[in-house]
């Protein structure tokens, strides 16, 4: 009996919190089809659709995020992945040392990253004279995405049994051979959880790309950032809805393809 | 052996994109423009003392707010389905892949005047600003970080061993018992992460006080923002401050979890 009671409570309880999550969200994406300018309901209008498309900055912003966190969580694989494996074989202090600066990124505010990173590449720029910009940003996402993709392999790392390496290079692989046949599969989870935070992370990135974006660059968030000063919501709101549609598809795509796997793996 | 190497790598690109550039904001904060040792950086920081009190007062009690209404979310969330506990966790997440500005600008949308909410309460006629106070960048807060106290929680208690809870009913522990003495314990490394996850960003995140706050509620991210472009040597020395304050946070958290977890 108390059992169900919980049940009840659970369910509004969960509901309360999806309402709180939501309705700024629902708000937003109504308001996009406002025909006006503020809040107050004028009537049915996509004209903001309209506008938004003939917005060519917001556009180039778009690509922007999108390469930028490709290439950022590109890179930081590799480079992570590579530093997890060479970690794991260190014992004792080093290895202690080496983890703990892993992390600075991690437990290190996002504005301190942000200025740290721009006082560098300013003395840096003065030194070999280049202006921030795509570069710039492009390094900054990298150094917070590393740390993501290292903590998620070396986990892996740890459960995989040595022996397979070792039978592999018994068999004649090379440790080249050995890495990309054998233990690369072992490490293809932590991998892809890696990569895929280091992708989310870039994507919603705002405060570090503020810093290190010079004066011509833009991503999604800082372009989002200089329509919201030029007082032009309206569009920002047509916006809002289209990636909030957008993440809605992706999701259930996956969760279909998640269900079907399932599906299989269990018919098996 | 030989892929100790493979960290060389990592450990220069380490030098010279984490540790040389937080080492460049020390040695900035400590000189003056001409490039001289000076303290009057910290002098100028210490203005802003009252700008520090009122961000860490905000970020404490955001934290605390999280705390209390992802906690017992997260316990509810281990005792459903499984498939219904994806579900909860993937409409949690959802919204932290909307954009971190295009968050709080909702956010600024549902209180403004003339909004939703001002609308709603002035047709039963009440009458008042929502925006603009320290209370809606609260709000603003929590929501931008609820998310990261629920999932370490979340993510703990579910690994929690269900045999050491049926063993506690089994030796005659009732549920107040079971949850006290089994499974409380248990979830404190997940508070401890959460509380970080969301004390940290909410401390020294800029933007949510500006658009959400009235002119009083100035945050040191804001400060820094505001202060770094024209005068890097106080700001430097304030997000110096900054991180002192946070690190001094983050060794107190770990010696909670650490007491905990030998008691």
Redesign the interface.
């Known amino acids: 009996m108390?059992k169900k009671k919980?049940g009840v409570f659970?369910k509004f309880?969960?509901a309360l919190?999806?309402i709180?999550?939501?309705?700024?969200?629902a708000?937003?994406i109504i308001?996009s089809f406002n025909k006006g300018k503020?809040?107050?309901w004028k009537g049915f209008s996509l004209k903001w659709y309209g506008e938004l498309f003939k917005d060519k900055a917001i556009l180039g912003a778009l690509v922007n995020t999108l390469t930028i966190a490709l290439l950022a969580s590109f890179f930081a694989t590799i480079?992570?992945t590579?530093?997890a494996?060479?970690?794991?074989?260190?014992r004792g202090k080093k290895r202690a040392v080496?983890q703990n600066?892993?992390n600075?990124?991690i437990?290190?505010?996002?504005?301190?990253?942000g200025?740290?990173?721009?006082?560098?590449f300013a003395?840096l720029g003065n030194i070999f004279n280049f202006e921030m910009g795509y570069v710039t940003v492009l390094?900054?996402h990298?150094?917070f995405c590393?740390p993501f993709v290292?903590l998620n392999v070396i986990p892996r790392l740890r459960r995989m049994d040595q022996s397979i390496y070792d039978a592999a290079l018994d068999l004649g692989c090379n440790?080249f051979q050995a890495f990309f046949k054998v233990v690369i599969h072992e490490l293809m989870p932590g991998i892809i959880s890696g990569f895929l935070m280091s992708f989310?992370y870039s994507?919603?990135?705002?405060?570090i790309t503020?810093?290190t974006q010079g004066a011509k660059f833009q991503n999604?968030?800082t372009e989002?950032?200089a329509m919201?000063r030029r007082k032009i919501?309206p569009t920002?709101?047509a916006?809002?809805t289209l990636?909030?549609v957008t993440?809605?598809i992706i999701?259930i795509i996956i969760?279909v393809r998640d269900r079907r796997e399932e599906k299989r793996n269990s018919g098996r | 052996m030989k892929t100790r190497k493979l960290t060389i790598p990592y450990i220069i690109w380490m030098l010279v994109f984490t540790m040389i550039p937080i080492v460049m904001i020390g040695i900035t904060a400590f000189t003056d423009k001409s490039g001289n040792f000076s303290l009057a950086n910290f002098q100028s920081a210490f203005h802003y003392s009252g700008v520090f009190t009122k961000s860490l007062l905000i970020a404490l009690i955001s934290t605390a707010i999280c705390l209390v209404v992802a906690y017992p979310l997260a316990y509810m969330m281990t005792r459903m389905k499984k498939s219904t506990q994806n579900t909860v966790i993937m409409l949690i997440m959802i919204p932290m892949w909307m954009n971190f500005l295009l968050r709080i600008y909702a956010w600024v949308i549902l209180l403004q005047k003339n909004g939703p909410i001002d609308s709603a309460l002035s047709m039963l006629g009440i009458h008042g600003t929502y925006i603009g106070n320290t209370a809606a960048v609260i709000a603003g807060m929590v929501y931008e970080y609820l998310p990261f106290m629920v999932l370490p929680i979340y993510t703990v208690m579910s690994k929690i061993d269900n045999g050491l809870i049926e063993a506690a009913q089994d030796l005659g522990s009732n549920n107040a018992a079971v949850f006290g003495k089994v499974v409380f314990p248990l979830s404190i490394p997940g508070i401890i992460s959460g509380i970080t996850m969301v004390f940290v960003p909410s401390a020294s995140t800029f933007l949510v006080s500006q658009y959400l706050g009235g002119t009083d509620d100035i945050m040191i991210g804001d400060v820094i923002d505001k202060i770094f472009w024209t005068d890097q040597n106080t700001g430097s020395a304030i997000s110096l401050v900054m991180m002192v304050f946070i690190f001094i946070f983050l060794v107190i958290m770990n010696l909670f979890g650490d007491e905990e977890a030998i008691a």
């Open positions: 108390t919980g659970t309880y969960i919190i999806l709180f999550l939501y309705s700024p969200i708000v937003m308001t503020t809040v107050v480079l992570g590579m530093a494996i060479g970690i794991n074989n260190f080496i600066v892993s600075i990124p437990i290190s505010p996002d504005i301190v990253m200025v740290s990173l721009m006082l560098l003395f390094i900054s990298i150094c590393v290292v440790q989310t994507l919603d990135d705002f405060i503020h810093f999604l968030s989002i950032y919201l919501p920002i709101n916006l809002s990636l909030f993440i809605i999701m969760n």
